[in-house]
């Protein structure tokens, strides 16, 4: 019987794929795969796989993630095993709940292979610990595509220590501006990591201030963090430069 897998990509760096999902990769007939897949990571699948690029348009999401559901069925009628590949991990704002749903419903084997979230490994790997003690005791994921309205739609996370949030290059600057409004100190840190993991990252630290004030320039794909836990990158990389040096 054929199996759908619904995997994981990771962050970006191909060192940071699980075992499985390389093996799985290196076996399949067929992968649809997501923007953010590196191609590091593609390079992966079996030479004869059949690859599908299904990155979504703004503005067209829904009419793509249709093409993409019936996509899956039909590589699934062609090969024993299929890979539904997704940056990140497939269940962390990546419709993989949705898709599993539907194969399910229609039939189909599914098996998911979780991935390296960037939500975690992005900061963490920048020197900005999600958790530090005394600093943050908590943190929270949140997408930054929102329902637009009012900022009450932030007032469930606004006092949570570290806010990490995933798809906000956008509107970052309306997201700092409700923070503030609820009551976030508006001279919090805040970084940006742009294109994290890979050779091209680059980390932007800020203030929740200059971030609602529309100061500071982003591109995407990015991580934003707001939290103390920030401070922390001066002082984990003066630490490991320190140690490179002696």
């Not at 993989?96 to 189909?108: H, I, K, N």
């Not at 979230?117 to 958790?131: D, E, F, K, Q, R």
């Amino acid at each position: 019987m054929t199996t759908i897998y619904l995997i994981g990509a990771g962050p970006g760096d191909p060192d940071l794929l699980t075992v499985k999902a390389a093996r799985l990769l290196a076996q399949t007939g067929a992968v649809l795969y997501d923007r953010l897949v590196s191609p590091e990571v593609l390079a992966l699948a079996h030479p004869g796989a059949e690859l599908h690029f299904v990155g979504k348009r703004e503005g067209e999401q829904e009419a793509i993630q249709n093409e993409i559901l019936h996509l899956m069925e039909d590589c699934a009628r062609r090969h024993p095993s299929v890979v539904r590949l997704k940056g990140g991990d497939p269940m962390v704002f990546g419709r993989g709940a949705e898709e599993w749903a539907w194969l399910v419903q229609r039939g189909w084997n599914v098996e998911v292979v979780p991935g390296i979230s960037s939500a975690i490994a992005v900061p963490s790997l920048a020197g900005i610990p999600p958790t530090f003690r005394g600093v943050s005791g908590g943190f929270a994921v949140v997408t930054g595509h929102r329902q637009e309205g009012g900022c009450d739609q932030w007032a469930a996370y606004a006092q949570v220590e570290t806010l990490i949030i995933l798809m906000a290059v956008a509107r970052r600057a309306r997201i700092a501006q409700c923070l503030i409004r609820l009551g976030r100190d508006s001279q919090q840190p805040v970084a940006f990591i742009e294109n994290g993991t890979t050779p091209r990252e680059r980390v932007i630290v800020t203030t929740l201030a200059e971030v609602a004030a529309g100061q500071v320039e982003v591109s995407n794909p990015a991580v934003m963090i707001a939290g103390d836990v920030v401070h922390q990158r001066a002082l984990l990389r003066e630490a490991a430069c320190n140690f490179a040096a002696a």
